[in-house]
T-cell receptor, first 111, second 118 residues
Framework: DAGVTQSPTHLIKTRGQQVTLRCSPK?????VSWYQQALGQGPQFIFQ???????QRGNFPDRFSGHQFPNYSSELNVNALLLGDSALYLC??????????FGPGTRLLVL | AQKVTQAQTEISVVEKEDVTLDCVYE???????LFWYKQPPSGELVFLIR??????QNEISGRYSWNFQKSTSSFNFTITASQVVDSAVYFC???????????????FGGGTRVLVKP
C-alpha cells in the first residue's frame, strides 16, 4: 500500500519565478493538505482540498494557490517566489477529517 | 485561535533512559484532537498517536505512553527505554473537531529535538 508521495524531492529556483509541487495521496484518502516548514520550525498550514475545492486556508498570501484533481492528487503553486519561500513543503492526506499522513516533502531553495 | 507550545527545544539522553516531552495547548474548542508526530532527519513526518479531547484515559503503546490532562491543557509524551533510532524531532499538534466542511487543519508546536546517545 503506497503512502503519500511528493515530487520533486528537491528544487532550486530564483526570486520571481513560479514553482509547482505535486502530491499523490495515500490509497483511499480523499483530502489533501499542504504545509510549509521553515528550517528549525514547526509546519505551518497552507490550505486543504476536498472534492476539488479549497476547504480551509491558513494565513498565506494569494501567491500560494492549489488544485485538486478528480483522482484526489494535488498541486501547490507558488508565484513570484521570495527568498523567504525557501522551506520544506509537506503534503498530507486523510480520509475526510481523520488522521493526516504525511509525504516525504519537497525541499525548495529560492536564490 | 489555537496554539501549541513545546517549551523544550532539545533533549539529550543516553540510550535506555526515559524521555518525556512536554506539550501545552490553547484552544477555545470544546472538542479537539491532539497528536504527536516524529520527524527523523529524512524529513517525513511520521504519525505516532492521536487522542480526542473527551477521552482523558492515558495509555501505553509499546515504548510510547502519553499523559493527557485537560485541566492543565497538557499532552505529554514519554518514550521508555530510549534507543538511538528514537533520535528525531518530535512535534505536538492540535486540530479542531468541527463540521465536516470546516476542515481539520493541524496547528503544530515548534518541536523538540531528541538526541539519544549510545
Amino acid at each position: 500500500d503506497a503512502g503519500v508521495t511528493q515530487s520533486p524531492t528537491h528544487l532550486i529556483k530564483t526570486r520571481g519565478q513560479q514553482v509547482t509541487l505535486r502530491c499523490s495521496p495515500k490509497s483511499g484518502h480523499d483530502t489533501v493538505s499542504w504545509y510549509q516548514q521553515a528550517l528549525g520550525q514547526g509546519p505551518q498550514f497552507i490550505f486543504q482540498y476536498y472534492e476539488e475545492e479549497e476547504r480551509q486556508r491558513g494565513n498565506f498570501p494569494d501567491r500560494f494557490s492549489g488544485h485538486q484533481f478528480p483522482n484526489y492528487s494535488s498541486e501547490l503553486n507558488v508565484n513570484a517566489l521570495l527568498l523567504g519561500d525557501s522551506a520544506l513543503y509537506l503534503c498530507a492526506s486523510s480520509f475526510g477529517t481523520e488522521t493526516q499522513y504525511f509525504g516525504p516533502g519537497t525541499r525548495l531553495l529560492v536564490l | 485561535a489555537q496554539k501549541v507550545t513545546q517549551a523544550q527545544t532539545e533533549i539529550s539522553v543516553v540510550e535506555k533512559e526515559d524521555v518525556t516531552l512536554d506539550c501545552v495547548y490553547e484552544t477555545r474548542d470544546t472538542t479537539y484532537y491532539l497528536f504527536w508526530y516524529k520527524q527523523p532527519p529524512s524529513g517525513e513526518l511520521v504519525f505516532l498517536i492521536r487522542r480526542n479531547s473527551f477521552d482523558e484515559q492515558n495509555e501505553i503503546s509499546g515504548r510510547y505512553s502519553w499523559n493527557f490532562q485537560k485541566s492543565t491543557s497538557s499532552f505529554n509524551f514519554t518514550i521508555t527505554a530510549s534507543q538511538v533510532v528514537d533520535s528525531a524531532v518530535y512535534f505536538c499538534a492540535l486540530s479542531e473537531v468541527g463540521a465536516w466542511a470546516a476542515g481539520n487543519k493541524l496547528t503544530f508546536g515548534g518541536g523538540t529535538r531528541v538526541l539519544v546517545k549510545p
